[in-house]
């Protein structure tokens, strides 16, 4: 489109609204025309950050019950009750858009974002992670994304002082042109403190503090959020927002203190789409409406025109619903904090969503002089806002899905029998997927808080409970390049790892919160990857008996390269009852035994291994039995809290030699194993079936470990002991016992590596991939 | 009766929390000082916690240290009284020239948040009198950006020679880590310097954070000495109010 053909689209169509909407609009509206600020809060409202408008058919088909949650989507972050009085509320959301702009200030306010919903709700944040996702890492714009996206999430959570305590760092090609910055927040409350985002009662103070409104984030939901990348295009800088990691921690003690004594009837952060989102929202989940006085929003600079002022995505700001007898306390709470506090309107009894200039009077009628500006039903923003039922269709594929362990041909690019084992796994502990993320995590505090069990960089995190034996344990899983095959599977394996991930620590999982990752949803390819990706989050969440409590969805990631692969990341919290059976990972003593729970079983597709070794054409990835899945897990727990297990680690990325190698390398000691290779040592070693997971257990409780396991219908098998400063692995089998002549020249049939060998490997992997000096 | 320590808070301070815990932990009886405050309320003692008070904007500590509880402080301190600073707390004082030196910005220039190994160099102090031993290896987080000590060859030969250089970056074994030894120290500081006291010995900061590693659950009770020397020390200085820190030494 050229300049002059732009200049003369209609005002909706620059604003991201079609003329179907614009239709729809007039509906809601009794037939007639919005006016320009009218339409200006409806684009925001109506853009798929806000309004869901092409998820939301898709989104009612998770399964959202559970006897303990108390707070469950369409709140600001999911709450689930613990006991004792207390509930963990969190939620995970993207800032993917602004990131790829900005990285700094796209990944610092994607963290005060998720905050503000943390403790919107009562919570106390105590933790943070972050799953990031990037292209090459070879490549210089990658690079100084990682940098700015790494410093931007710690500037922020280092400074509000809530601990950053995992996540993931990811590279893979197709988010070359669109990062993935998914971030998880957790935070601990008092049931009883536990705070709605509701407008109250009619005559109820509509009160904003926080920073004041100014320009930055115009449009950043409809704009960035919500619409395909052409370029790295720095026109759409004015769209990020800038954070204040300090007016946020100013932010967060005020709001406690405020919901502590009461003095709020509601409370709603401002995010996408500023103060329209925060209070036509409110007033929906009311059944009010709210009457706004332009001029009582405090602003940063003069001469912002109203539309400018009701979108704006200005950070650290909140909005309460405040009873007029309690206004005296609600200011001095906010002053003593140094925060601008001031009432900007009422809740009313009409529905709608009415902006003034000049100010209500004392029953909420606009004066004399007071121009109406703005009146829409609070619900045509929110509830009633349009869905689009999208046209779904499977890409048509170059090969139809392959099936699972297709038997292989002799292949020099997946070289079965030219391998040596040994070097294969020092690349995979090296490559810049699996080797170790402490140049990332060394720049976050994890500590803070003085709750932190186990922080980043040893499978999930565990975070204690003050004042009880209790402890949470909190995981983030994705898996794009099983999405890119199969993106029903994809979901499913990332709820089955992200749970067993928490399993294994003895936790049980309370619940799951999603962030879906998809292209452009009017392509009917993009929104049939999301409609697989969301039966698979349910089919898994129902197996497994979780609750889905909220959520993020994010659309429109593509860039001119392409849309990035299916990525749903799931994010899980666990609640282990009594912290003294925590188990973790690493080998605890010499002489134990080491067991691998579960089954092997074929197809390499999506592994790491296949990334490092080339894909196998024929072969397709593994499959999931989420039945299997389940009893694992559940074995797992139980076996933990009879104390049976000394140590226990997932299998996933880079297979079970993988998980051995960190068993070994995080536990100090090495040990001396056999492993079944079958037909295939690759997948023996280096295959990522699902619902596998490898124990240590002291030679006097192996019995009543095999009993246990028989008595649950999980597969066990002995692979030997731990001890020495090496890992040995020595492959039993038809792939392992072929003649030299047919092994070739390389090939060996164990796998011997030292400890230090190991360490180099994995410690080196992600500096060097980055090309930091360390 | 357990003695009262005062916990400042400026507004962006954010392990006020922590360090209150690991105080009432140790048996004392913790209050919050809010920065507004004139007056110490009668604490035995104070410390200054970390965080990012005021945002840190412009550098760390530069404006909390004109806030009206600091003046209260400094006449504290003149007094004897006893006043520990951790990490931000550090920088605090040291802006506010209640210890000697400065923290400039870790050589990496990153946020550094990972464990290190401390050593007390004397267990004579208010703040080291409950360790073990001295020499010993500390284990504790630091998480700062500014944590890299320094100050000029003839202020550091005189904190060595008078004994205020109280802690020091060491290695997992207790070797005093090198100046340019990445692994054992990693932010750079001069000598290896952690922590540092006034030369009346009764103001003391580190970088390290003690009240994150005072409980067998975090991974580490390295801390819990240093806190408990705090406590006792206070304790004593409440019962005999006349600078009795300075009589430590």
């Known amino acids: 489109m050229t300049l002059a053909e732009r200049a003369v689209e209609p005002l909706h169509r620059r604003l991201g609204v079609t003329d179907d909407e614009l239709e729809a609009i007039r509906d809601r509206l009794g037939g007639r025309d919005p006016n320009d600020l009218e339409l200006a809060m409806f684009s925001v409202m109506w853009s798929e950050h806000c309004s869901y408008k092409s998820s939301r058919p898709l989104l009612r088909t998770l399964p959202t019950a559970g006897k303990d949650v108390v707070a469950g989507p369409g709140e600001n972050a999911g709450v689930i009750s613990i006991g004792d009085g207390l509930a963990v509320a969190f939620k995970i959301e993207s800032h993917n858009h602004p990131s790829a702009v900005e990285p700094y200030q796209g990944a610092a306010t994607g963290v005060g974002g998720i905050l503000r919903d943390i403790f919107t709700m009562g919570a106390r944040p105590i933790a943070i992670l972050d799953a990031l996702r990037f292209g090459d890492p070879a490549d210089a714009r990658t690079r100084h994304l990682v940098d700015g996206v790494v410093r931007g999430v710690g500037g922020y959570g280092n400074c509000v002082g809530v601990p950053t305590v995992g996540g993931e760092l990811v590279f893979d090609r197709s988010y070359q042109g669109n990062p993935l910055v998914n971030v998880m927040a957790i935070g601990l409350l008092e049931e009883r403190r536990l705070t709605l985002a509701t407008a109250g009662q009619p005559g109820d103070l509509v009160v904003l503090f926080g920073s004041a409104t100014g320009r ?15 370029d790295d295009d720095p026109s759409k800088r004015p769209s990020v927002q800038v954070g204040d990691p300090f007016a946020e921690k100013l932010l967060i003690e005020a709001s406690l203190e405020l919901i502590e004594r009461g003095l709020v009837e509601g409370l709603q ?217 199969d993106p029903y599977l994809a979901a499913a394996l990332s709820v089955a790892e992200a749970t067993r991930n928490v399993s294994i620590t003895g936790a049980r999982p309370l619940g799951v919160t999603n962030c879906l990752n998809y292209g452009d949803p009017t392509r009917p390819e993009a929104f049939w990857e999301l409609r697989e990706g969301v039966r698979g989050l349910a089919d898994a969440c129902l197996a497994l008996g979780l609750p889905v409590t909220g959520g993020n ?18 994010g899980v919290v666990g609640l282990l009852e009594d912290i003294a059976t925590l188990a973790g990972p690493a080998f605890r003593d010499d002489g134990d035994h080491v067991l691998l729970l579960g089954e092997t079983t074929a197809g390499l597709a999506g592994s790491a291994y296949v990334e490092l070794a080339g894909e ?12 299997r899945e389940a009893a694992l897990q559940s074995f797992v727990r139980e076996a933990i809290a009879h104390g049976l297990v000394a140590s226990a680690q997932d299998v996933s990325g880079g297979g079970l030699a993988t998980a051995l190698a960190e068993c070994a390398m995080w536990g100090e000691r090495g040990a001396d194993l056999r492993v079944a290779a079958g037909d295939s040592p690759a997948v023996g070693l280096f295959g990522e079936s699902p619902s596998r997971v490898v124990l240590s257990a002291a030679p006097g409780s192996v019995p009543a470990l095999l009993r246990l396991a028989e008595a649950q219908g999980v597969p066990a098998t002995e692979l030997g002991l731990v001890g020495g400063d090496r890992l040995r692995i020595e492959l039993r089998g038809a792939g392992a016992t072929g003649s030299p002549e047919e092994r070739g020249s390389r090939v060996a049939d164990a796998l011997d590596v030292s400890l230090a060998d190991l360490r180099l490997a994995w410690d080196r992997g992600l500096p060097r991939a980055l090309g930091w000096e360390d | 009766m357990a003695v009262r320590i005062g916990v400042v808070v400026f507004p962006g301070s954010n ?120 020499g010993a290896p500390l284990r504790m987080p630091v998480a700062h950006g500014e944590g890299c000590y320094f100050a000029d060859d003839a202020t550091l030969d005189a904190l060595e020679r008078d004994g205020e250089v109280l802690f020091r970056y060491v290695d997992e074994a207790g070797h005093r880590a090198s100046e340019d030894d990445r692994a054992a120290n990693p932010t750079g500081s001069l000598r290896a310097i952690a922590g540092v006291s006034n030369a009346a010995g009764n103001v003391a900061g580190l970088m390290p954070h003690p009240e994150r590693a005072a409980e067998a659950i975090l991974g580490s009770e390295a801390g819990a000495g240093i806190i408990r020397s705090l406590v006792e020390s206070a304790a004593r200085a409440a019962r005999q109010p006349v600078a009795v820190a300075v009589g430590a030494r």
Request: hydrophobic share 45%; aromatic share 4%.
């Open chain 1, 553 to 570: 969805v994010s659309l429109y990631n593509e860039s001119p390269a392409g849309a990035i692969a299916p990525t749903p990341e799931i």
């Open chain 2, 15 to 134: 392990c006020d929390r922590d360090t209150v815990h690991a105080l009432d932990r140790a048996g004392a009886e913790p209050i919050v000082l809010w920065h507004e405050e004139a007056s110490l309320r009668g604490v035995a003692a104070v410390v200054l916690p970390g965080g990012f008070a005021y945002g840190d904007y412009l550098r760390a500590g530069v404006i909390a240290r004109f806030s009206p509880v600091m003046r209260a402080i400094g006449a504290f301190a003149a007094d004897g009284g006893l006043v520990l600073g951790i990490c931000n707390g550090f920088q605090v004082l040291a802006e506010a020239g209640l210890v000697p030196g400065a923290l400039l910005r870790n050589r990496s220039l990153r946020f550094l948040g990972r464990d290190v190994h401390i050593a007390a160099t004397r267990l004579d102090t208010p703040f080291t009198h409950a360790l073990a031993a001295a």
């Open chain 1, 216 to 230: 930055d984030g115009i449009g950043g939901a409809s704009v960035l959020a919500s619409a395909t990348f052409t």
């Open chain 1, 269 to 485: 952060d401002l995010g996408a789409g500023g103060i329209t989102c925060a209070t036509s929202e409110t007033a929906d989940r009311a059944g009010a409406g709210i009457l706004v006085d332009l001029d009582a929003i405090p602003r940063r600079e003069p001469g912002m025109a109203p539309f400018e002022v009701m979108i704006s995505e200005s950070q650290e700001r909140m909005c309460a619903a405040v009873r007029a007898d309690r206004w005296p306390e609600v200011r001095e709470v906010c002053t003593r904090w140094g925060l601008p506090v001031a009432i900007i309107g009422r809740v009313t009894d009409d529905g709608d969503l009415t902006i003034v200039e000049g100010g209500p009077d004392e029953d909420g009628h606009a004066l004399a002089p007071a121009r109406e500006i703005a009146r829409v039903p609070a619900r045509a923003l929110t509830s009633d806002a349009i869905v689009h039922e999208r046209v779904a269709s499977p890409p048509t594929r170059e090969r139809p899905a392959p099936a699972p362990g297709v038997r292989l041909g002799p292949s020099d690019r997946l070289p079965e029998r030219g391998m040596d084992p040994g070097a294969v796994l020092l690349a995979l502990l090296g490559s810049a997927n699996l080797s170790s993320r402490r140049t990332i995590f060394e720049q976050y505090d994890s500590t803070v808080g003085a709750d932190t069990v186990v922080g980043p960089g040893h499978g999930a995190a565990v975070l204690r409970i003050k004042g009880t034996t209790k402890a949470l344990v909190a995981t983030t899983d994705g898996n794009q390049s099983v999405g890119r095959l």
């Open chain 1, 616 to 627: 196998a054409a024929e072969d397709g990835p593994p499959a999931l039995d989420l039945g």
